[in-house]
């Protein structure tokens, strides 16, 4: 496991962390001084204030106040991204997108009841149904473009979103649709040139120049592979690599831009273990769970934030994570294995108990 960085976690922050249950996605605030978790199970969203300090100890993450959402709306919040500072918008399974006020931190922080400023339905164009995965990237004009994974029924929505209409919808459509099976993540480049799709089904993540005209028939410019269950999925602030979390494994993978573009079908250069063994056998109840789920980028101080149910919240340094040398397992033997943990899984579940200790 690459070293995790020091992180020193208030009283009430920890209390919400270890009640958060099963977590999903994870986003810093555009400022970098806020953190949004999804509490999958327990419907609720957690915000803590975070800070980076440095010193000839290091560098440490400080974790401080924290607020945590409740509502109705909240339906299995599985991905969120902030608009801005103090808004966040929320994709829920089983439910829609929403957008959320954030209020300030407490500094103990019993559940606030939140009622959503915005609701985001797509309209005929591009009606919301089954949200998993957001991305937001500014447009410059006071608007932003919202990208929306639809897990179950395998289309990626793009809606432009008016901060001075309270991020009302003012275009709605179909972004991506071809080849698409069970889309669980999404970002944008920081640069907003390129988007990649984490696509479950097909084990790879898919990556497309947003500067050409995207269209439901749209191909991808490259693929990611050699990622079994790929979830949450980001750009270095650079744009030279990016960043796969594999709930499969206890393993983030690292991709490199083979030249000025990505192009072409591309394996990683580096798997780097961001769980230790316990956590990861934890969570290891299906061959689809376990490892990283959701994962960000702080671009000003290069940390990385990662979450999975029995590793709340861990951060690193990101230079760790591309200097990783664990050993890159082969494509072929990692996929078989899967398929026969999951086969196990669906006919003998209690066998799987049993071995599941052996399957990464």
């Excluded at 919808?169 to 069970?182: C, F, K, M, N, Q």
Aim: charged share 20%; aromatic share 6%.
């Amino acid at each position: 496991m690459i070293p995790r960085l020091d992180c020193i976690v208030s009283p009430a922050a920890r209390a919400v962390l270890e009640g958060l249950g099963r977590t999903e996605d994870v986003a810093f605030s555009p400022d970098g001084r806020r953190l949004a978790l999804a509490g999958y199970a327990r419907h609720r969203i957690a915000v803590f204030d975070v800070t980076v300090t440095a010193s000839d100890e290091g560098r440490k993450v400080v974790v401080t106040g924290v607020v945590e959402l409740a509502a109705e709306t909240l339906d299995h919040p599985h991905g969120l991204c902030f608009l801005d500072d103090g808004a966040v918008a929320v994709a829920n399974r089983t439910g829609g997108v929403h957008v959320y006020p954030i209020p300030a931190s407490d500094v103990a922080s019993p559940p606030r009841a939140a009622v959503p400023m915005q609701t985001i339905k797509g309209g005929t164009a591009a009606p919301i149904h089954t949200p998993g995965s957001v991305s937001v990237f500014a447009l410059g004009d006071g608007t932003c473009e919202l990208l929306v994974c639809h897990t179950y029924s395998n289309v990626v929505s793009r809606h432009v979103l008016d901060k001075d209409r309270g991020w009302a919808s003012t275009h709605d459509e179909v972004l991506l649709r071809r080849g698409l099976a069970v889309p669980d993540g999404i970002c944008h480049s920081a640069d907003g040139a390129w988007i990649a799709v984490s696509n479950h089904n097909t084990h790879e993540v898919l990556l497309y120049r947003r500067s050409r005209a995207l269209g439901p028939e749209a191909e991808p410019d490259a693929v990611l592979r050699n990622v079994i269950c790929p979830h949450g999925v980001r750009f270095t602030p650079d744009g030279r690599h990016v960043l796969v979390a594999d709930a499969h494994a206890p393993c983030v993978n690292v991709y490199a831009r083979p030249s000025s573009d990505w192009s072409g079908v591309l394996d990683p250069v580096a798997m780097a273990p961001v769980l230790d063994r316990a956590a990861y056998l934890r969570g290891r109840q299906n061959p689809e769970e376990g490892g990283p789920k959701g994962i960000d980028i702080e671009a000003r101080s290069g940390v990385l934030a990662c979450t999975t149910e029995f590793q709340t919240l861990a951060f690193f340094d990101i230079d760790d994570v591309l200097s990783s040398r664990a050993p890159l397992a082969s494509r072929h033997p990692r996929y078989l294995g899967w398929r026969l943990a999951r086969a196990i899984h669906r006919r003998r579940p209690e066998v799987y108990g049993w071995l599941r200790p052996l399957w990464r």
